[in-house]
Nanobody, 115 residues
């Protein structure tokens, strides 16, 4: 499975961005899809995840501001980020679960929120 993430960039605090991550290859066994982020000097953390059935879960820090969604026909997961804060600045990675016990990572897209 190959993952291509896009949509990062520079935005002012309070602004919005939409990240996309398209999967290709052996996509028939993809189950959960999610977004993680890693800020400078910090560990990678889960931002949001969506199951194959559409159930979602979010980190407390982004609840009410970020929305994860997926288009199964396009094998694509999205992350709508609103009311962005400087502390949201990080490299954002998409991740997909595949089969039993496997997962794949995208290349990362940088989100920078200026104050």
């Amino acid at each position: 499975v190959q993952l291509q993430a896009s949509g990062g960039g520079l935005v002012q605090a309070g602004g919005s961005l939409r990240l996309s991550c398209a999967a290709s290859g052996s996509t028939f066994s993809i189950n959960a899809m999610g977004w993680y982020r890693q800020a400078p000097g910090k560990q990678r953390e889960l931002v949001a995840v969506i199951s194959s059935g559409g159930s979602t879960d979010y980190a407390d820090s982004v609840k009410g501001r970020f929305t994860i969604s997926r288009d199964n026909a396009k094998n694509t997961v999205y992350l709508q980020m609103n009311s962005l804060k400087p502390e949201d600045t990080a490299v954002y990675y998409c991740n997909v679960g595949w089969g039993v016990g496997y997962n794949y990572w995208g290349q990362g897209t940088l989100v920078t929120v200026s104050s």
